[in-house]
């Protein structure tokens, strides 16, 4: 079992930024694929990053690339979402998730998904 807690949504300027933080509990941390996904009002939830298959790159959204960052620290237990440059279109909830997919970009195949931390960009 994971469990996993997002922090550091909020509200913010156009071609601002915001950092994400997703702390994961339980000693199989590194087992797991991250990834981070995010639900806009009214659709479904959408990829957005997560390191390919080997870990060494990571794939990002079209709508994102350039501006976001993924990253990780196995010894927090914690991945990170460095976002900037932000527009009124990223507003959504934010989740991290896990998977044994390495290099997964389906929401069906990530096991565990955090609460959600809302990102809210005003224009």
């Known amino acids: 079992q994971v469990q996993l807690v997002e922090s550091g949504g909020g509200l913010v300027q156009a071609g601002g930024s915001l950092r994400l933080s997703c702390t994961a509990s339980?000693?199989?941390?590194?087992?797991?694929?991250m990834g981070w996904f995010r639900q806009a009002p009214g659709k479904e939830r959408e990829f957005v990053a997560a390191?390919?298959?080997?870990?060494?790159?990571?794939n990002y959204a079209d709508s994102v690339k350039g501006r976001f960052t993924f990253s990780r620290d196995n010894a927090k237990n914690t991945v990170y979402l460095q976002m900037s440059s932000l527009k009124p279109e990223d507003t959504a909830v934010y989740y991290c998730?896990?998977?044994?997919?390495?290099?997964?970009?389906?929401?069906?195949?990530?096991?565990?998904w955090g609460q959600g931390t809302q990102v809210t960009v005003s224009s």
């Open positions: 390191p390919n298959w080997t870990g060494s790159i990571t």
């Open positions: 998730a896990a998977t044994r997919s390495f290099g997964s970009r389906s929401v069906p195949s990530y096991d565990y």
């Open positions: 339980g000693r199989t941390f590194s087992s797991y694929a």
